[in-house]
């Protein structure tokens, strides 16, 4: 009776991440709809409070005006490794879901990873759409790599816990 009640929680869990993965595009979505100045107001708040916190957590004696610099230039960058984030999630989520059919490390992967990037894609050309937005090639890639690092990242996390888990129950 055990295997049958931890079979169905493992069912609910990955059917709950492919709806979360559901919710998750919807979130990106959005933020693609924003036009060029609200999502860049956003984005360069985010960096500046990144940069102000990390300022007071090392207290650091750098001037508002300096914190600021900082923040502008690092803006880019912060840009893409979010962008990395937003798809690497929801290749984790889709690979969980995925993982209710029979199928291989490297085709489960795949297949999370590929429909991840394909989403990425439609997302630009969804912001050939939004005002001051353009869709680029170049963050189709960007997001695809983020998508594929999430799923190695998550995929060498799970191998770790198995193994943690595997030398406790020798003990």
Request: charged share 20%; with cysteine.
């Amino acid at each position: 009776m055990r295997k049958v009640e931890e079979k169905f929680g493992v069912v609910v869990f990955r059917n709950l991440a492919g709806a979360l993965a559901i919710v998750w595009m919807c979130i990106i979505f959005a933020f693609s709809a924003q036009p060029k100045e609200e999502s860049g107001a956003v984005s360069a708040s985010f960096t500046y409070h990144m940069v102000s916190s990390t300022r007071t957590f090392f207290h650091l004696e750098l001037s508002d005006a300096r914190v600021k610099e900082i923040s502008d230039a690092i803006e880019g960058f912060i840009r893409k490794v979010a962008h990395m984030a937003e798809f690497g999630i929801m290749s984790v989520l889709l690979y969980i879901w995925v993982g209710q059919w029979e199928m291989g490390f490297l085709r489960r992967a795949g297949t999370a990873a590929g429909a991840t990037a394909v989403y990425a894609a439609t997302d630009e050309i969804h912001q050939l759409f939004v005002p001051g937005r353009a869709g680029r090639f170049s963050d189709v890639c960007i997001d695809s790599a983020g998508a594929v690092a999430g799923v190695v990242v998550f995929a060498l996390f799970v191998r770790i816990v198995k193994h943690v888990r595997a030398k406790r129950e020798k003990r």
